[in-house]
């Protein structure tokens, strides 16, 4: 009797499990030291198996009919996937690949098994991966998507998630056979800032940040979108940003009924202070005129009657004197009330009131004011001179209670089309703490002031320590000279 086949050497040392079986019944003639390790029998033992019990799950119509349809050419090999089971009852998933050999006469099965555990558990760890992916797409608003731009210029959507159809009215499908769909969708006053967002981010290699218009023509609306992305770049010189598109509308619409809101607000604080500017004029004048007259009057016949006093009567004068000198005091308040309301000066242009505030706030306060005004004669609208010259009150003001400076410099100039107003201290300055406190309504008088003018009032630290308020307005176009002297000569002829 010959003794049984078995592997040769080089096949008893492979790192692969390698297993010969009698091709009529199946049973394990020999293993290699791989497989044997592996499975946890010892090869007397393994010898006494055969295939369907080292793999109970196979089925044998299913493996018999597998290995009709394998023939014994060179090379001709049929595979299977399966489960072998270790001595201990666990089991792990193998490849097996047959091939039909001759040894001695006796014909036999060459299996070559491929551990296949690593790679179950990769596919295992990639299918959980792809869960929870899914899972989070799936439940992002909006749309998450890939974006290809090919050196040829060509585009295409490799991925994009469910959200697809609600976002944009079009399926994966129609969307990933046409790129170019999407883009028609952008309004065309939308489109050129779309373009230009892809091209930064494209030579930059930047986030690519844009919000846009939409046409859904499936629901007749327009929508606005937010896409933000991230490029890379990719060895064949296509670039690919992975991003998400969100619906914004919602929010967008919020911020124009903010900004109508406010526009409304500011339209109705300009027309406050000016009907308050317009109240106070009249105040004034009404006080300057009926008061001040009054008192004058009261005055003149005081000094007719302390005239007609008799000499002998001492305290009557005395008397007449003490109300002489109460009209006088009631002449300068009613002054100093009127000049408060608004003062005369601002009959003389902007310059010369900005300069007499600054001569009242020096005796007043103690601190000397330097005024820097290259252009004596700056013509501005009442109104904006008015509302010009409030803020620079409001300013001096706040020094005086907050600054504790020593020195103020006040600086206007005509910039071309703007004149720019700065006031600056050398006080201890400005905290950004201190713009946020809920009672600071000076600042924020002034300025809501100065947007009811077109302007901007900034707050910045002045050279050397302080605070320095800055405020541009927009100057109104003067008449074109050449018109004016055309219109004249006209007018003369």
Not at 330 to 337: F, K, L
Not at 357 to 381: S, W
Not at 390 to 403: G, P, S, V, W, Y
Request: one cysteine or more; a negative charge; proline letters at 4%.
């Amino acid at each position: 009797m010959s003794p049984n086949p078995s592997l040769a050497a080089e096949m008893q040392s492979a790192t692969s499990e390698i297993y010969l079986f009698d091709a009529a019944t199946l049973e394990v003639v020999d293993a290699n030291q791989a497989a044997r390790l592996h499975l946890g029998y010892d090869n007397a033992t393994l010898c006494k198996m055969t295939a369907f019990q080292l793999a109970p799950s196979l089925d044998c119509g299913a493996v018999t009919e597998l290995l009709q349809d394998l023939s014994e050419d060179v090379g001709a090999q049929v595979g299977l996937r399966t489960r072998l089971r270790r001595a201990d009852g666990s089991s792990y998933p193998v490849k097996l690949c047959f091939l039909r050999i001759v040894r001695d006469g006796q014909r036999l099965l060459l299996a070559i098994g491929e551990d296949l555990s690593l790679e179950q558990a990769a596919t295992l760890a990639l299918e959980q991966y792809q869960a929870r992916f899914n899972a989070i797409v799936n439940h992002t608003p909006g749309l998450v998507y890939q974006f290809m731009l090919h050196p040829d210029g060509r585009t295409d959507f490799p991925y994009l998630s469910d959200g697809c159809q609600a976002l944009l009215g079009l399926t994966v499908l129609e969307l990933q056979h046409d790129a170019s769909l999407f883009e028609r969708l952008i309004l065309p006053e939308d489109r050129k800032g779309y373009q230009e967002a892809m091209q930064a981010s494209r030579t930059a290699l930047s986030a690519w940040n844009w919000e846009g218009r939409i046409w859904i023509d499936a629901w007749k609306d327009v929508k606005w979108i937010n896409l933000r992305a991230t490029p890379h770049a990719l060895p064949d010189g296509a670039l690919q940003w992975d991003g998400i598109m969100t619906n914004i509308t919602a929010s967008r619409e919020e911020q124009e009924e903010v900004r109508r809101s406010r526009a409304r607000l500011a339209e109705l604080t300009a027309h406050i202070e000016q009907v308050k500017e317009q109240e106070r004029t009249r105040i004034a004048r009404e006080i300057h005129d009926d008061l001040g007259g009054n008192l004058t009057a009261i005055k003149m016949a005081l000094a007719m009657l302390s005239a007609r006093l008799p000499v002998d009567q001492p305290a009557l004068g005395a008397k007449a004197a003490y109300v002489d000198d109460l009209v006088d005091r009631t002449i300068e308040a009613v002054h100093r009330i009127s000049l408060d309301l608004r003062p005369t000066t601002l009959d003389l242009g902007l310059v010369a009131a900005l300069e007499w505030q600054a001569r009242e706030f020096e005796k007043q306060m103690g601190i000397a004011v330097v005024m820097r005004c290259p252009d004596k004669d700056i013509e501005l609208d009442p109104d904006h001179a008015a509302a010009l010259f409030r803020i620079f009150q409001e300013a001096l003001t706040n020094i005086a209670k907050h600054a504790g400076a020593t020195r103020v410099t006040v600086s206007l100039r005509r910039q071309r089309h703007h004149l720019s107003l700065s006031i600056c201290d050398n006080g201890r300055g400005i905290q950004p703490a201190d713009r946020l406190k809920p009672q600071s309504f000076g600042l924020r008088g002034m300025s809501e002031r100065a947007r009811a003018l077109g302007g901007t009032l900034a707050l910045s630290a002045a050279p050397g320590g302080g605070t320095m308020v800055t405020i541009k307005i927009r100057l109104a176009p003067a008449p074109a000279t050449g018109t004016a002297k055309t219109s004249k000569a006209a007018l003369e002829e």
